[in-house]
């Protein structure tokens, strides 16, 4: 590892104290520019959880480079300054004529990804955010300042009606946020409806938010009460919103302006009373500067916005993150039987696409399978012949042979299938290659389990 310390007068980032031991997160102002590439001229202020550079849509600063990876690397600022990493990226990031892979970086400094120049300027000045006493908010856990950020905003966020954005990664928990923000909420008692904007057909999704008349389309046999109708007096969660189909997007956008919705099939509006929270796993100004998403609906949607960090900015809390699910999972078994020194150092050091899901996939794999952490990690296999599986594996007598050995089974190929699934980033073809096995039968056995967060 290359590092070089910037040489300003004080830290990027230090935490202000007050006698009311509320504290809060001073941050010196800095911005990421192109100076040099297709994107030549993009701009962006760096915000507290950083930036992570690529060409996915998911990257809060995307590029349309082609010869950038999807998530190329990452800036993150820190007390001892800006922190650049690069994400196993194909061609390299590059600073000061060197190939890096992490290292502190100082004001002005020029890298190099691709046929791109990026610009990191540090101004004058610093912003001030607030960092919450608490360490929990609702059913997440976190001690690191990241989430104290995260938790200070989601804890005024249910004091207020406003509309809320979450953004954040596949897997750092949106979901769990916008349950406990609704349940923190004066509309409590009200209804939480969800709605998967990503996982249905344009058509249908138009159904299941505004409802439909019978007979409006074929195999519309009864009426069908949309989510804003269902979720009146309380709070529709508007899941994946980035995946919503244009043709949609004005007339979500009639619904918060006028907090009115027409069902297909009339032409009356019937009025409805719901707070709404919409998640994205994808950058919505990106998505805004390719003309996929409409600029007025993102204003609507993002009165107040809130960063959910990648498990990666905030690896301090997977200790105890760990060790929490371990005795979910398994009450009856110590987590430090399993989570030991050096299984917790393995698992601060993978990069955890999957973030916070993937973690509790492989805690799960690792209660099962305490001899192979690796394995659990997606770094290998799971030898079920070495002598040392024999003689660590745990049986039942109480159990008939057949039934033992058909839960062993299922047990066994659940978590293998999570496990390749996981290394491949979630990408079926490429994870039944890297285990040997024809995709045909891996999406059997993925039906078998009930295992639905897979892709082609």
């Not at 608490?134 to 009606?161: N, Y």
């Not at 089974?409 to 659940?414: I, L």
């Not at 990408?427 to 024809?438: F, G, I, K, S, T």
């Amino acid at each position: 590892m290359m590092t070089h310390v910037d040489n300003m007068d004080e830290p990027v980032t230090r935490i202000i104290s007050t006698e009311q031991a509320v504290s809060s997160l001073q941050m010196r102002r800095a911005r990421l520019k192109v100076v040099k590439g297709p994107d030549k001229g993009l701009e962006k202020p760096l915000p507290p959880h950083g930036f992570v550079v690529g060409t996915s849509p998911t990257c809060n600063f995307m590029l349309t480079d082609t010869a950038v990876s999807q998530a190329h690397l990452e800036l993150l600022p820190g007390q001892q300054g800006f922190r650049l990493r690069d994400l196993d990226s194909r061609n390299g990031t590059w600073a000061r004529g060197l190939r890096v892979t992490d290292v502190l970086v100082e004001h002005k400094e020029l890298i190099e990804v691709g046929y791109t120049t990026l610009r990191l300027i540090v101004d004058s000045g610093h912003e001030e955010f607030p960092l919450s006493n608490a360490t929990t908010f609702g059913p997440m856990l976190g001690r690191s300042l990241s989430m104290r950020q995260v938790f200070a905003l989601l804890e005024r966020a249910a004091t207020s009606d406003a509309t809320l954005l979450l953004e954040g990664e596949s897997g750092t928990g949106k979901d769990l946020a916008a349950e406990t923000v609704h349940a923190l909420s004066p509309r409590t008692e009200g209804p939480f409806v969800v709605v998967d904007c990503g996982s249905m057909q344009a058509t249908l999704v138009e159904s299941q938010l505004f409802g439909h008349r019978k007979g409006a389309f074929t195999g519309a046999m009864t009426d069908h009460t949309g989510a804003f109708e269902a979720a009146d007096g309380g709070t529709v969660f508007l899941d994946e919103i980035g995946e919503l189909d244009s043709a949609l997007q004005p007339k979500l956008l009639r619904v918060l302006e006028k907090r009115q919705v027409q069902r297909l099939g009339e032409n009356s509006y019937r009025p409805v009373d719901v707070r709404v929270i919409a998640a994205t796993n994808r950058d919505l100004e990106s998505e805004l500067r390719a003309g996929r998403f409409r600029q007025d609906l993102f204003y609507r949607l993002s009165v107040l916005r809130v960063h959910m960090p990648a498990l990666r900015e905030r690896r301090d809390d997977i200790p105890e993150l760990a060790r929490h699910m371990a005795a979910a999972l398994r009450p009856g078994v110590a987590p430090e039987q399993v989570l030991g020194k050096d299984v917790l150092e393995l698992l601060g050091s993978h990069p955890w696409p999957g973030n916070v899901r993937e973690l509790r996939n492989v805690i799960e794999r690792m209660l099962i399978f305490p001899e192979w952490p690796e394995a659990a990690l997606g770094r290998g296999r799971f030898d079920m012949q070495s002598p040392a599986a024999a003689s660590s594996y745990t049986v039942s007598l109480d159990i008939p042979f057949h039934e033992a050995r058909r839960i062993a089974t299922e047990v066994f190929e659940k978590a293998y299938l999570e496990a390749a699934l996981d290394a491949a980033s979630g990408v079926v073809a490429q994870a039944a290659r890297q285990v040997d096995l024809p995709r045909q039968t891996f999406h059997r056995l993925l039906a078998k389990h009930k295992i639905i967060r897979a892709q082609e």
